[in-house]
């Protein structure tokens, strides 16, 4: 990362670096994630398989068993996924911004198929960390598929870093998933949208403003996160959120 993109970083509460993961790694972690979702591969301990909320409620008869997936959490004890969380360019950008010394504490496959509501409101990821400062942490969401406007890509408030940890409440819509939770005073006028090709990768803020729309195309969109912290990070007293389940990576 250099200083032109930590400067955007620090300015606007993300970043895109384009291209930072090749096509072959890519399949690794499509292909391995259509083997959990379908079932074809037993999911190893520690690994959440979801449902989308429309699916397990029986308002939607997903085309496969994939197409009821809303995403995989918990890629810790999976060496093809987790390679993304090891991956050393990646790394070389995390410890850019938050120090050498880090550990994981959140990973995810995301997928939004076609056919569902899919939508994630606008929210701040801290308030899921007891984790602090807020500074020391940083979120990662690689593109495996091409992400657009029409299948539900990323949306960001730019600045929204610069204040504090707002109020969050479940949104009035019909349909929301276990675990989405909507930031409030947020009408999300000035949000931009993140288009991203595979292999894009966007660094953001934990207190920065983001979600997603729906996916009104025929296909699926896909990414795989990770959220990193320095190990300088301290869980505050009183704090009563579950502790993260977290993979210390030694710096180089």
């Given at each position: 990362m250099d200083a032109s993109e930590r400067g955007?970083?620090?300015?606007?509460?993300?970043?895109?670096?384009?291209?930072?993961?090749?096509?072959?790694?890519?399949?690794?972690?499509?292909?391995?994630?259509?083997?959990?979702?379908?079932g074809t591969r037993s999911a190893p301990s520690g690994m959440v398989v979801m449902r989308d909320v429309m699916?397990?409620?029986?308002?939607?008869?997903?085309?496969?068993?994939?197409?009821?997936?809303?995403?995989?959490?918990?890629?810790?004890?999976?060496?093809?996924?987790?390679?993304?969380?090891?991956?050393?360019?990646?790394?070389?950008?995390?410890?850019?911004?938050?120090?050498?010394?880090?550990?994981?504490?959140?990973?995810?496959?995301?997928n939004k198929p076609p056919g569902i509501d899919g939508r994630h409101p606008l929210h701040q990821d801290l308030r899921d960390f007891g984790l602090r400062p807020p500074e020391n942490i940083v979120g990662t969401w690689t593109a495996i598929s091409a992400c657009t406007r029409e299948n539900g890509c990323l949306a960001v408030v730019p600045g929204s870093h610069r204040g504090g940890l707002l109020r969050h409440g479940v949104p009035d819509w019909e349909h929301v998933n276990a675990g989405f939770f909507a930031a409030e005073g947020v009408d999300g006028t000035d949000?931009?949208?993140?288009?991203?090709?595979?292999?894009?990768?966007?660094?953001?803020?934990?207190?920065?403003?983001h979600g997603s729309g729906r996916n009104t195309t025929d296909g699926f969109r896909?990414?795989?996160?990770?959220?990193?912290?320095?190990?300088?990070?301290?869980r505050p007293a009183g704090r009563s959120a579950r502790a993260p389940v977290v993979r210390h990576i030694p710096s180089a």
């Open positions: 955007r970083y620090e300015r606007d509460g993300f970043v895109v670096l384009r291209g930072l993961f090749a096509r072959h790694a890519l399949r690794t972690f499509e292909d391995r994630f259509v083997e959990l979702a379908s699916v397990a409620r029986g308002i939607v008869e997903p085309a496969s068993r994939v197409h009821g997936v809303n995403k995989i959490l918990g890629l810790e004890n999976d060496a093809e996924l987790f390679a993304y969380a090891l991956d050393s360019d990646l790394l070389c950008a995390v410890r850019a911004l938050i120090g050498p010394e880090v550990m994981t504490i959140s990973t995810n496959v995301f949000r931009v949208h993140v288009e991203m090709d595979p292999g894009d990768t966007l660094l953001f803020h934990p207190l920065l403003v896909r990414a795989i996160s990770t959220h990193y912290a320095s190990t300088a990070c301290e």
